[in-house]
């Protein structure tokens, strides 16, 4: 669905193969810790963050985005500061501008 939703507002993406390409758990919160947004998909609901204000836990980061091997959880989009973890199409829209 995430591929989907940005061809269909031509939103120029690269993708990656994490699993030709692992991405690990220091790598994944190396990627997450640069972005000052955080959007999570958690239990059905949408969890947002300013990291600059309040700081996530690296135990909450885990949870939410290395996956039980280790590897990071998908989907994920980065997008200048932010990144969403999980598919949420309001979501994706606010973060992108589209």
Do not use: N
Not at 42 to 57: I, Y
């Amino acid at each position: 669905m995430a591929r989907e939703f940005l061809s269909r507002h031509g939103v120029a993406f690269e993708a990656c193969d994490t699993g030709a390409t692992p991405l690990g758990a220091a790598a994944t919160l190396a990627l997450v810790r640069a972005r000052r947004t955080c959007h999570v998909k958690w239990e059905g609901s949408m969890l947002t963050w300013d990291q600059e204000l309040c700081p996530v836990p690296e135990e909450r980061l885990r949870l939410y985005f290395i996956h039980d091997d280790g590897g990071i959880r998908v989907p994920v989009l980065v997008a200048k500061e932010a990144i969403v973890r999980g598919y949420d199409e309001e979501t994706y829209r606010r973060v992108l501008g589209v």
